[in-house]
């Protein structure tokens, strides 16, 4: 069955980094478009990053663009998330999901920025 296992969330100050990883199991991973969502409470939802089935292109939030970075590893069905020059407005829980949101989602990590 489909398994998303996100990890590497915490809390970091403004201007600080953090590596998002996500496991994934159950389906095909290496041809399948991946993307990056967070979501904040009382809000929808919203993608952040999306990357080509082998890695080759890449898409990102106008919010996040210059500071955050895609990547996976398909020997490793593992995604990525490197986020640099971390804004307060990045605090959310992250998720990562195939670009066409497969169920079931994962339980997502908690990026919390603040000083």
């Known amino acids: 069955q489909v398994q998303l296992v996100e990890s590497g969330g915490g809390l970091v100050q403004p201007g600080g980094s953090l590596r998002l990883s996500c496991a994934a199991s159950g389906f095909t991973f290496r041809s399948r478009v991946m993307s990056w969502y967070r979501q904040v409470p009382g809000k929808e939802r919203e993608l952040v990053a999306t990357?080509?089935?082998?890695?080759?292109?890449?898409n990102y939030a106008d919010s996040v663009k210059g500071r955050f970075t895609i990547s996976r590893d398909n020997a490793k069905n593992t995604l990525y998330l490197q986020m640099n020059t971390l804004k307060p407005e990045d605090t959310a829980v992250y998720y990562c999901n195939t670009f066409t949101r497969i169920e079931p989602w994962g339980q997502g990590t908690q990026v919390t920025v603040s000083s």
């Open positions: 990357i080509s089935s082998n890695g080759g292109s890449t």
